[in-house]
T-cell receptor
């Protein structure tokens, strides 16, 4: 696609349920990132994928959070047993090969998750 | 320790005037890239400008310029001739090369309000 696509755009879930958020990066982009942004706050790094390398999971806040990237393209962020503090906008971004420092990241529109 | 520090939570500027948004960074890696993104109230993340650590000249993109002072580890964004549409959150970000994190690390942001 022309840009980074995220789905759903909005998700309301009950506390304790599992949710899956999807990210479809720009074709040809080998790097993919997930960030979380709480209301009025900055972007909190969650996880980073680069090609076939092991992902950098250092930003995942707990073992309830996991992500995978299938075939080097689409990525799914899964949150198990959701809590109210998980409510935030989840942003996905992709970029060209990130072994260089320069490639800019293109962001999706985000998924607004509300846990009630 | 914070990798990216933005010390101005909010800034006001009169329309048509210039404004500087501060950003300092912390890295021991000689290779890194610095980015500025704009996030309007719609929530999208818009790339503005990039500066590489080895770039000899300050980056410019239209009304945006980056005042890069390597020794001070600062990468301030200068917006000239402010417009009402410049009202938004502005985030400074860094990607480290070498053994550092490849994902973008973001500052906490500065909310800019342009007044008529």
């Amino acid at each position: 696609g022309a840009g980074v696509s995220q789905s759903p755009s909005n998700k309301v879930t009950e506390k304790g349920k599992d949710v899956e958020l999807r990210c479809d990066p720009i074709s040809g982009h080998t790097a993919l990132y997930w960030y979380r942004q709480s209301l009025g706050q900055g972007l909190e790094f969650l996880i980073y994928f680069q090609g076939n390398s092991a992902p950098d999971k250092s930003g995942l806040p707990s073992d309830r959070f996991s992500a995978e990237r299938t075939g080097g393209s689409v990525s799914t962020l899964t949150i198990q047993r959701t809590q109210q503090e998980d409510s935030a906008v989840y942003l996905c971004a992709s970029s060209l090969e990130a072994t260089l420092v320069g490639p800019r990241a293109f962001f999706g529109q985000g998924t607004r998750l509300t846990v009630v | 320790a914070q990798k990216i520090t933005q010390t101005q939570p909010g800034m006001f500027v009169q329309e048509k005037e210039a404004v500087t948004l501060d950003c300092t960074y912390d890295t021991s890696d000689p290779s890194y890239g610095l980015f500025w993104y704009k996030q309007p109230s719609s929530g999208e993340m818009i790339f503005l400008i990039y500066q590489g650590s080895y770039d000899q000249q300050n980056a410019t993109e239209g009304r945006y310029s980056l005042n890069f002072q390597k020794a001070r580890k600062s990468a301030n964004l200068v917006i000239s001739a402010s417009q009402l549409g410049d009202s938004a959150m502005y985030f400074c970000a860094m990607r480290e090369g070498g053994a550092g994190r490849r994902a973008l690390t973001f500052g906490s942001g500065t909310r800019l309000q342009v007044q008529p």
